[in-house]
C-alpha cells in the first residue's frame, strides 16, 4: 500500500494504452512526449503507467522543468459497428 503525505498535490493527466503485437499494452503520455511504459496485462499497464508517471514529474520537479497542467484531449474509444455485406 502507498502511503499519502499530506497535501498531497494531485493531477490527472491523458494515457493512451495501445494493444502490443506480442501482447499486453503499450502506454504513453499526449502531454509527455518520450514518456513510454509496458504492461503485461492492462491492469499491470494501468500500475506501471502512475510509477513511470510520478517518476517523469520527480525528474521535471529536480531539472526545474515546468510541469503542465491537464489539458484537455479528445477521448479515444473504439466503436463497434456492423459491416455491410
Not at 502511503?3 to 493512451?16: D, G, Q, S
Not at 503499450?26 to 492492462?42: D, Q
Not at 503507467?49 to 522543468?65: F, G, N, S
Request: charge should be negative.
Amino acid at each position: 500500500m502507498r502511503h499519502m503525505k499530506k497535501n498531497l498535490r494531485v493531477a490527472n493527466y491523458h494515457a493512451i494504452f495501445e494493444p502490443a503485437k506480442e501482447g499486453g499494452y503499450n502506454v504513453s503520455f499526449p502531454s509527455f512526449p518520450g514518456c513510454f511504459t509496458f504492461g503485461e496485462t492492462f491492469e499491470e499497464a494501468h500500475e506501471h503507467a502512475r510509477d513511470v508517471l510520478e517518476l517523469w514529474l520527480e525528474e521535471m520537479k529536480a531539472q526545474r522543468l515546468s510541469i503542465p497542467s491537464h489539458t484537455r484531449h479528445p477521448i479515444v474509444d473504439e466503436i463497434r459497428a456492423r459491416l455491410p455485406a
